[in-house]
């Protein structure tokens, strides 16, 4: 069993701990929350292209995330503390089959039974701004930490977020590693899909001004060290017509390279549209997205960004490629079985090059979940997803994830 605990945690922890030893109050410790979520994996792949090493991939893993969360000290200056500890088990893998991104080896068997990770936060805000500092999961539009294997991957750094000017948030932040979704190591540099060159350097900065409840306005600004410099332009935008949400969401992504190009030369604009129309449980949507300049999207491994087609397998982000899809969303609550979604969509690209010719690719998605809404087992969410890709840059894939999780919340 290996603890991570790195330098940017253990000084959060220390400081929040020997601050609250002198503030700490009854809110601090009777509005504390703790939760122990139990995720159970299980993925099959076949891969359908000719030559490939290595036909199908197979892994089963269990996995459990236990968080603790302080409540809220009193006073103008408030402190809190979070707890986290999780642990992924192997249940089943092969040399044959492994390098699923369950477990953190592609040598089945042969690689470690379990992988673990013990961190902190510690949380100070004042009226509307807050800061929290230590190994966080940031959901922000141009990084996200990813969530799609048996336990979440994590940035060590700080976030700070300004709401003190309504309508106007301001963000903020800075991480110096990450911990990957399956990795044993505690705090690894940060790289690009299309490099193997290292920045220890990520910040980022962001206004968003909320024009109406309807309409939103955001730019941010990002920079990984000595490999990329980023701008994000979005607006989101919802109105109510006959019965009907409809929504939009218009972003641009303007890319190039930083510093001393440790990752070489970065030259990307991503234009990236999302058009929504909801009634009574149904929800279309269409995307399309367009990747303009010499180079593809500069993307940090394993996180996601607000790119309406990036979605289970592909980016459909490559040096010009465009691309659209197709979603429709089902929400089974609307006839009398709450607790039921499911959602599919198809996605198409083309115009890139591969190997000195034109380059197209495909991917299909089928998405069934089912959340026990009462009784003991309430919140046992059972979810099946499925992915079929044919491109002419990767390999081609079927695909099968069937994940069992369970959360249980106490005080």
Known sequence: MNYKINKVQFVAMWFGCSGLSTVANAAFVDDAQYTLQMRNFYINGDYRSRGVAQSKKEEWAQGFLFTAQSGWTEGAVGFALEANASLGVKLDTGRSRSNTGLLPNVFGNTGPGEYSQLSGIAKVRYAGTQLQAGELRPQLPILTSSDLRLLPQTFSGYMLVVKDFEPVTLQLGHFSGTSYRASTNANEKLHIYTSTAQSDDFRYAAVQYKVSPSLQLE???????????????????????????????????????????????????????????????????????????????????????????????LGFNRAHEQSWQARYDLDFAAYGVPGLRMFARYLHGDGFRVNGRNGKEWERNLDLSYTVQSGPLRSLTVRWRHASVRSDAVVGLDEHRLIIQYTYSFK
């Open 219 to 313: 730019v941010w600004h990002d920079e990984l060290e000595n490999i990329y410099s980023q701008e994000f332009y979005n607006v989101i935008a919802q109105t109510s017509f006959k019965g009907w949400q409809w929504g939009a969401s218009l972003g641009w992504f303007n890319n190039r390279d930083a510093g001393s190009q440790r990752a070489g030369n970065i030259d990307n604009q991503l234009a990236t549209h999302m058009f929504s129309a909801s009634s009574q449980g149904h929800t279309f949507r269409l995307g399309y997205q367009e990747s303009r300049g010499a180079t593809d999207f500069p993307q940090i491994v394993q996180t996601d960004v607000a790119m309406a087609n990036g979605v289970m397998v």
